[in-house]
C-alpha cells in the first residue's frame, strides 16, 4: 500500500475520556484520514503497521497506551476493513520544546511543525512488518 500520511491538529482524547468526547475525536480522526485516502482507494485487508506521535507544547499527562485505541478505531471502514489488521503501533508524545530539532520528517510532518502552533497528532499507516525482524 502507499503509505497514509496526516495530522490532526489538537491534543487527543484518551480511551478513558467521556463515550461524547472519544466520539467527538474519532470523527476528526476519520475526516482527516478521509482527506488523504485517495478517493477511490480500496480498503486495505492485509497488515498494517501505524506509527502514532502526540507532539505536545508544556506538559501533558496523557499515557500513550491511551490515545492509540481512539485514533485505530476512526480508521476502520476509511483505511483498513478492520482495526484487528493493526500489527504493530509505534507510539510516542514529544514535547514541541524550542529546540527540538525532527531529523528526515516527511513534507506532511514538516508542513504541520511549521503551520501548526500548538498541539497535534502525526498519524502514518503503511505496510505490515517484516515479522522476522525484532523493532530496535
Known sequence: MQPLEFTVAGIPISVQSSSQSRQRW???VRNAAEAHW????????DEVAAVIIYFHVGDTDLDVDN???PILDSLENVV???DRLVSQ???RKTERAGDLEIRNPSPE???ALERLADDFVYIRISDGPDHGEVPL
Open 89 to 91: 503501533v509505534l507510539v
Open 38 to 45: 485517495p478517493l477511490g482507494t480500496p480498503l486495505v485487508v
Open 80 to 82: 483498513y476493513v478492520n
Open 109 to 111: 510532518l514538516t508542513d
Open 26 to 28: 474519532k470523527i476528526v
Open 67 to 69: 490515545i492509540v485505541k
